[in-house]
């Protein structure tokens, strides 16, 4: 059935069919000009089809959000008050928060379920929209950093829920990347985002590395119930969880705020010191991460050759938590290109460069130096070539993160289980694919073994800037154990294509990535559906079920086939 429907601010209009099919058939045109201007030529109709469809879930979970933090606390004047536990700090919900004051349009991660905005999920969401509105995610992004919504410390809000929690500090690189996607020439955004990120920036260092050890800890919800237990929640007895992927998380912080002050340097010198600054935290921090952390405990464990969690008491006990997981993949994020144009256009940066191995030598491990094709390059990294090499095994080994359709979350190595004996407690956990079988953090949610798209994207980020750089002329393994060797830049294409793959109809004509509770047939099997997230083995939908939000990134991975420019 066809229904038609004109809208109109007149009475005794005439009726809707007239002139309808011509006005459909031109808006239907002008949608195909725009989009045959954003997704390359050559990408196939399916594949099209997908991207639209993405960009499309995008632009439907635009919502006006609004949010007066003070007024809701105090309650409506009209109304009876609110509960008393509203106002108080131990019990009342976003009561630190009482700047907040919102009246914007937010992309949502979904508009029906997920009626509500997340820092680090619309950050991955600006990545996709970049593409076909770059001015709005510029706002996003920024808006994010105004004075109405960053906390005065300098913190970002989470979510609604609780904007005091803390999720991956991922909007550098988001920044980066849409700076980069609409060609490289706001520098007027670049600016804005770099000068609020230098308010961001000292709030997780003063909050997040409590013994200065630059190995940070606690917190980090985004990654929910990957660990043996809530990484969110104070730990009893004094005890400290120093985090891998916490550590990685804010070497990737400094070489992008590295990067977008070196790009501003080049037009105003003032930017010259703010990437020296930067090129300096992150040293510390792979000086940390490669050496020890707190009580010469390290977080790589040289047996295993991965990168683990590690409890710490105050006594000194430490415990490293044997988990493979996304958490010891991570640190491959710390990886940036130096451009050879720094050598001769930021001073201040370049001295640092070259005064530093004679005056710190056991940090020059960071900066890998590359003969490739005649030309020099260096790369700087928060692990050792010999790191990058040892977890390449385990991400391309089919029996551990690379599943059919991209990069797991938890080892399948797993599948038997792991435990662990702590202070008389017995904690485990196994290798689940599909919707998790805890209650931790509501049960909804599961990082023991599906695939999320948004670690994808900043791994094979990772992938393909190693393969330009420090990787550039090295080949590896793919699949692990296969024999068959290519370089790291296929390497990344070829797991992009397992992503892909999770929306392009199979030989039955249903999608990989269709939920189980979907019917099957013409009706259904015509449209891509995107989840929260996929199963691990066999790429059903999980979670919400039309969550396009950061699951959009499919049709980043479609209009940017090769990442984005190294520039």
């Not at 914007?104 to 979904?110: A, G």
Request: proline share 7%; charged share 20%.
């Amino acid at each position: 059935m066809t229904v038609r429907l004109r809208l109109t601010d007149l009475d005794g209009e005439p009726s809707p069919a007239a002139g309808f099919e011509d006005v459909l058939a031109a808006r239907r045109r002008e949608c195909d000009a725009f989009y045959a201007a954003v997704i390359p030529a050559g990408t196939s109709e399916e594949d099209t089809l997908i991207a639209r469809r993405a960009f499309a879930g995008l632009q439907w979970g635009k919502q006006l959000y609004l949010y007066d933090l003070r007024r809701w606390i105090e309650g409506d004047p009209a109304q009876p008050p609110p509960p008393p536990q509203r106002h108080t700090r131990q019990s009342g919900r976003n009561t630190r928060w009482r700047h907040v004051n919102l009246a914007e349009v937010i992309s949502m991660p979904d508009e029906w379920e997920y009626p509500w905005f997340a820092t680090w999920d619309l950050a991955f969401h600006c990545v996709a929209l970049a593409h076909v509105d770059p001015f709005f995610a510029k706002w996003q992004l920024l808006l994010m950093c105004r004075e109405w919504v960053m906390h005065p410390n300098g913190q970002l809000a989470a979510y609604e829920w609780n904007f005091s929690d803390v999720n991956p500090p991922v909007h550098p690189w988001a920044a980066w990347q849409v700076y980069s996607i609409d060609g490289g020439r706001d520098r007027d955004f670049l600016q804005r985002i770099v000068l609020k990120m230098l308010l961001n920036f000292p709030w997780w260092v003063n909050r997040k590395d409590s013994e200065g050890s630059n190995v940070f800890e606690g917190g980090f919800l985004g990654m929910d119930n990957v660990g043996l237990f809530d990484r969110s929640e104070a730990l009893p007895g004094g005890q400290r969880l120093e985090q891998a992927d916490a550590t990685a998380w804010m070497g990737m912080f400094c070489l992008k705020m590295l990067r977008m002050s070196a790009e501003l340097a080049r037009e105003d010198d003032a930017w010259d010191e703010v990437s020296t600054k930067f090129l300096v935290h992150f040293l510390a921090i792979a000086e940390a991460l490669d050496d020890f952390g707190t009580h010469h405990t390290s977080l790589w464990d040289a047996e295993d050759e991965f990168f683990h969690d590690v409890l710490v008491a105050d006594d000194g006990t430490a415990h490293r938590m044997p988990v493979r997981s996304m958490v010891g993949l991570l640190p491959l994020t710390g990886i940036s290109i130096v451009p050879n144009w720094v050598a001769t256009e930021l001073p201040d940066l370049t001295d640092f460069f070259q005064g530093w191995t004679e005056r710190r030598p056991e940090l020059a491990d960071a900066l890998i130096h590359t003969n490739h094709r005649g030309y020099a390059l260096r790369t700087l990294s928060l692990i050792s070539r010999d790191q990058w090499q040892a977890l390449l095994a385990p991400l391309l080994d089919e029996g551990e993160f690379l599943g059919p359709h991209g990069i797991r979350s938890l080892s399948a190595a797993h599948r038997d289980g792991v435990e662990v004996a702590i202070a008389g407690h017995h904690l485990s956990l196994r290798y689940v694919p599909g919707e998790s079988d805890s209650g931790m953090f509501g049960g909804n949610s599961n990082w023991r073994g599906p695939v999320w798209l948004p670690v994808n994207a900043l791994l094979l980020d990772a992938l393909r800037i190693y393969g330009r750089g420090a990787g550039a002329g090295v080949e590896v393994e793919y699949p692990t154990g296969s024999g068959r060797r290519m370089g790291m830049e296929q390497v990344a294409h070829q797991v992009e294509e397992r992503l892909v793959s999770l929306f392009r109809p199979g030989p039955d004509g249903r999608r990989p990535s269709t939920p189980r509770h979907h019917p099957t047939g013409p009706l259904w099997d015509a449209h891509p559906t995107f989840s929260e997230y996929f199963h691990g083995d066999d790429g059903r939908g999980l979670g919400a079920s039309h969550q396009t939000g950061w699951t959009a990134l499919v049709a980043h991975f479609i209009c940017a086939p090769d990442g984005i420019p190294n520039r």
